[in-house]
């Protein structure tokens, strides 16, 4: 077998990356998508050569109009496969927190988000998916800690 069939028959994960964004009350950012019943941080698919740092950078431009520094990275989560799905890996970075008139200034840019908002954690139980409930939770505490955390998912 040379090289590049080599390369072609290993597996391939998909690979996603969202932001972590607060308010000075500690809420996190939540967007309301219309294709799914849950909300979801700001943050999507990496494409085809992109890292995930940049992808979540992109999707905070594309989706809200923001374009922060994404800082450290909170989360890694290996995600198992769910046919047709192939397993995958999520990242969730730091994108720090917005004042009043940062929040005031987030435009939905696509025309898939319906709303967006900032709600405490005990207001996102039911609006996001229990695996995006882990994350959130495993991201704050990541950084308050200062450090990553690596979840299973």
């Given at each position: 077998?040379?090289?590049a ?9 998909r690979v996603?990356?969202g ?8 809420r996190?950012?939540?967007l309301?998508?219309?294709f799914k019943p ?6 999507g ?9 940049a992808?979540a950078?992109?999707?905070?431009r594309?989706?809200l109009?923001?374009d922060r520094e994404?800082t450290?990275l ?8 769910e046919p047709p799905?192939?397993?995958?890996l ?8 917005l004042?009043?008139?940062e ?13 967006y908002?900032f709600?405490d954690l ?6 996001v998916?229990?695996?995006?409930e882990r994350?959130?939770?495993?991201a704050?505490h990541?950084?308050r800690?200062g450090r990553?955390?690596e979840l299973?998912?």
């Amino acid at each position: 077998m040379d090289q590049a069939a080599f390369y072609a028959s290993l597996p391939t994960k998909r690979v996603a990356a969202g932001v972590l964004i607060t308010d000075d009350l500690d809420r996190v950012l939540l967007l309301q998508p219309s294709f799914k019943p849950t909300w979801e941080i700001p943050g999507g698919v990496a494409q085809e050569g992109e890292s995930p740092r940049a992808a979540a950078r992109r999707e905070l431009r594309e989706e809200l109009g923001l374009d922060r520094e994404i800082t450290s990275l909170l989360v890694v989560d290996w995600v198992r496969a769910e046919p047709p799905r192939t397993d995958g890996l999520s990242f969730v970075y730091d994108g720090g927190r917005l004042d009043d008139a940062e929040a005031r200034a987030i435009l939905l840019g696509r025309p898939e988000l319906n709303a967006y908002g900032f709600v405490d954690l005990e207001g996102a139980v039911g609006l996001v998916s229990e695996r995006l409930e882990r994350r959130i939770v495993a991201a704050l505490h990541a950084r308050r800690a200062g450090r990553s955390v690596e979840l299973e998912d």
